[in-house]
């Protein structure tokens, strides 16, 4: 049974940081691509940031550049996503996802990883 489980969210100030934390089992996690998404009330799922099985490759949303950072502790089946400078816009639902075939082609994240947690909440006052 898979099982990926973030952690770390909370209600933070405008300018603050955070640190997401998702821990997967029951894969072969250095196998695997992990990447965060979130999604605001009333909004689409956004690809955030994505990091290759191999930690050769992130990749992040234009609107977390310079502010957001991912990292993978592949002895630890966890990865984390730091984040800086947070704004009131970063309020959302950030889930973990998992998936075999990277982070995708193109620019952007592709949605269709194949096994999500049940998301953490982050909230950015201001």
């Known amino acids: 049974l898979v099982q990926v489980v973030e952690s770390g969210g909370g209600l933070v100030q405008a300018g603050g940081s955070l640190r997401l934390s998702c821990t997967a089992s029951?894969?072969?996690?250095?196998?695997?691509?992990m990447a965060w998404f979130r999604q605001a009330p009333g909004k689409e799922r956004e690809g955030v940031s994505c990091?290759?099985?191999?930690?050769?490759?992130?990749r992040y949303a234009d609107s977390v550049k310079g502010r957001f950072t991912i990292s993978r502790d592949n002895a630890e089946n966890t990865v984390y996503l730091q984040m800086n400078s947070l704004k009131v816009d970063d309020t959302a639902m950030y889930y973990c996802?998992?998936?075999?075939w990277g982070c995708g082609s193109g620019a952007e994240i592709h949605p269709t990883f194949e096994y999500w947690g049940q998301g953490t909440q982050v909230t950015v006052s201001s």
């Open positions: 029951g894969l072969t996690f250095e196998a695997y691509a």
């Open positions: 990091v290759s099985s191999g930690a050769f490759t992130t």
């Open positions: 996802a998992a998936d075999p």
